[in-house]
């Protein structure tokens, strides 16, 4: 849906309190699926918030058989599938309350984290509701936020799933670009707020593999899988702000776990 600023302003109380993202190979070889021992991890991008069907058992964290996780399991059977994914996880979240399934065992670890922690639902609803100048403010003071905190917090996250599961391949997968640039939006943000979002996404997405490759983890970039399938392209694998169910807007629909995040995680995996 695209929503001209003062329809998207009727929605700002309700998007302010509910949006949330909700983001090197290893030297190690991949496991066999059939004896692997996997675990999911991460924020809803991993849970698959957007994709609908969500498990009513899993509450707020929105996990659904939709997301790339569960749709790998239901491919490859492996020995053992553990999905504590949340969608509005940050990477304090990730050790407080993930971490449980992961042993001496595990082969196979996945995760998206860190969109979150560098505010992804604050610069949405900055830049859907207030002016561009303000948007490209709130998006330089997440780029810094990634310069300055991100980093540590990763390597927090990181040091905690190598000493629970030291033998597993960690698949650590980035975020896609939102936005098609001169696509066929006719309202909603400029192309300078655009542009400025998509190319934030890049900067999360290259300090997240620079931290997973110097754990020894894997990064497995979707950016060019979700390519001509942004908002904007009329062929959108992201939800954009959808009054209709708000928490859900800026994530994948079924079709971005299924056709982005999925042949990407395999291919890693």
């Known amino acids: 849906m695209k929503l001209s600023r003062i329809a998207a302003f009727s929605s700002s109380l309700l998007l302010g309190a509910v949006l949330a993202l909700t ?7 991949a496991p066999s699926a059939a004896a692997t021992d996997y675990v999911a991890l991460g924020d809803s991008y991993s849970s698959g918030l957007g994709a609908g069907a969500y498990d009513s058992a899993a509450g707020d964290c929105k996990r659904t058989a939709r997301a790339y996780p569960a749709l790998w399991a239901a491919a490859h059977s492996p020995a053992t599938f553990a999905f504590t994914a949340c969608s509005g996880a940050r990477t304090g979240d990730v050790t ?14 996945s995760i998206t984290i860190g969109g979150n922690d560098a505010g992804f639902a604050d610069v949405m609803t900055t830049c859907v509701l207030q002016s561009e100048n303000t948007c490209l403010n709130r998006v330089a003071q997440a780029r810094a936020f990634v310069d300055s905190t991100l980093p540590g917090n990763l390597d927090r996250v990181y040091d905690a799933i190598s000493a629970r599961a030291p ?3 960690v698949v650590v997968l980035g975020y896609p670009r939102f936005y098609q640039l001169s696509g066929n939006c ?3 943000l400029s192309e300078r707020e655009r542009s400025a979002i998509n190319s ?3 900067y ?11 754990h020894g983890f894997a990064f497995a970039g979707v950016a060019s899988a979700f390519q001509g399938h942004e ?5 959108s694998w992201l939800h954009s702000v959808n009054l209709l169910n708000i928490s859900e807007s800026y994530h994948p629909t079924a079709a971005g776990q299924s056709g982005g995040y999925l042949p990407v995680f395999a291919s890693a995996a």
């Open 23 to 29: 983001g090197a190979a290893s030297a190690q070889a």
């Open 96 to 109: 407080a309350n993930q971490l449980t399934p992961l042993n001496a065992s595990t082969d196979l670890v």
């Open 167 to 169: 033998s597993a391949r």
């Open 186 to 188: 006719v309202a909603g």
């Open 200 to 202: 934030a996404s890049d």
């Open 204 to 214: 999360l997405n290259t300090a997240t593999a620079k931290r997973a490759a110097d």
């Open 231 to 235: 908002i904007c392209s009329g062929s």
